[in-house]
């Protein structure tokens, strides 16, 4: 299975997740480059002690304007965390349409 984070910041779920689940791989989406670039760093400097943090891959993308539900590799998510307070409706109703996720964590509501 593959693990979603979008806002992942500097990587702390996704990281978590890969190395305490048996998730194959664990993706974040991060708006932020300086915050994808010092998760990259952290990644580099700890691989040789975790090597699950192989499989952990950061993007700098806008998640506003991409499509979850059509691009690979986040189409191939089937666990996805969002702490979406601060996402607009339409990036919230993106996610409604990753129909092969099957588990999905949010902070906040994403049905009126």
Not at 52 to 76: H, K, T, W
């Amino acid at each position: 299975d593959v693990f979603m984070d979008i806002g992942s910041g500097v990587g702390n779920v996704m990281t978590q997740f890969v190395l305490s689940t048996s998730v194959r791989a664990s993706i974040g989406i991060e708006v932020r480059r300086d915050l994808v670039d010092r998760c990259n760093g952290i990644l580099i400097e700890h691989v040789v002690q975790w090597p699950g943090l192989q499989n952990v891959e950061v993007y700098a993308e806008d998640v506003e304007r991409i499509e979850l539900s059509m691009i690979y590799p986040f189409s191939s998510a089937k666990i996805v965390f969002a702490n979406n307070l601060r996402f607009e409706p339409s990036t919230t109703s993106e996610l409604v349409y990753m129909t092969d996720a099957w588990i999905v964590a949010f902070t906040s509501e994403i049905c009126p």
